[in-house]
T-cell receptor, first 116, second 111 residues
Framework: EAAVTQSPRNKVTVTGGNVTLSCRQT?????MYWYRQDTGHGLRLIHY???????QIGDVPDGYKATRTTQEDFFLLLELASPSQTSLYFC???????????????FGPGTRLTVL | GDSVTQTEGQVALSEEDFLTIHCNYS??????LFWYVQYPGEGPQFLFR?????EKGSSRGFEATYDKGTTSFHLRKASVQESDSAVYYC??????????FGSGTRLLVSP
């Protein structure tokens, strides 16, 4: 069973604050993802990566940076947090799933971020 | 771009009722289709997938059939239980890294 962990589980910061959310996966997956989840919007992709040093832009990237330091670790950075970034954040990983890349994703437990 | 539409935002049923949650997709390629389930306080978890036309995916009594003609992958269960109460997400992947999710359907099952 793939394991994806996230820290912290809860975070409160103020507008303009600096926040780093951490994600680690221990299943040697190539792909890692950051999503935000908001009522009425489901899961929206922020950034994703297919390996250490790689970064791809998702659908809602504004105000977020990300960095993949190793195959296991993927970080999401909010350098000037705003109240609109109050949300539940999920990290996920997936393998290759063969030549057509149809592998499922494994999600972490989430980080609830509140920006006051 | 690719998209997934779930028409029901919420479904309320009683135990032993039949469940249908509708999922329609739009994709330029030939996607794999997935269902995920999310219980309160947890991250989404993979339920099952189908990757070709007419293929049926199933798990835990839930099933869905890939229909390329109607671009659908509707989730069904013959007899729901209170423990099935959760949010269900339909998703697609077209062979790249990106996965597109629908907006989710909240299922409430009363005893």
């Amino acid at each position: 069973e793939a394991a994806v962990t996230q820290s912290p589980r809860n975070k409160v910061t103020v507008t303009g604050g600096n926040v780093t959310l951490s994600c680690r996966q221990t299943n040697s997956h190539n792909y890692m993802y950051w999503y935000r989840q908001d009522t009425g919007h489901g899961l929206r992709l922020i950034h994703y990566s297919y390996g250490a040093g790689n970064l791809q832009i998702g659908d809602v990237p504004d105000g977020y940076k990300a960095t993949r330091t190793t195959q296991e670790d993927f970080f999401l950075l909010l350098e000037l947090a705003s109240p609109s970034q109050t949300s539940l954040y999920f990290c996920a990983s997936s393998g290759t799933g063969g030549p057509y890349n149809y592998a499922e994703q494994f999600f972490g437990p989430g980080t609830r971020l509140t920006v006051l | 771009g690719d998209s997934v539409t779930q028409t029901e935002g919420q479904v309320a049923l009683s135990e032993e009722d039949f469940l249908t949650i509708h999922c329609n997709y739009s994709a330029s390629g030939y996607p794999a289709l997935f269902w995920y389930v999310q219980y309160p306080g947890e991250g989404p978890q993979f339920l099952f997938r189908a990757s070709r036309d007419k293929e049926k995916g199933s798990s835990r009594g839930f099933e869905a059939t890939y229909d390329k003609g109607t671009t659908s992958f509707h989730l069904r269960k013959a007899s729901v239980q209170e423990s099935d109460s959760a949010v269900y997400y339909c998703a697609l992947r077209t062979g790249g890294y990106k996965v597109v999710f629908g907006s989710g359907t909240r299922l409430l099952v009363s005893p």
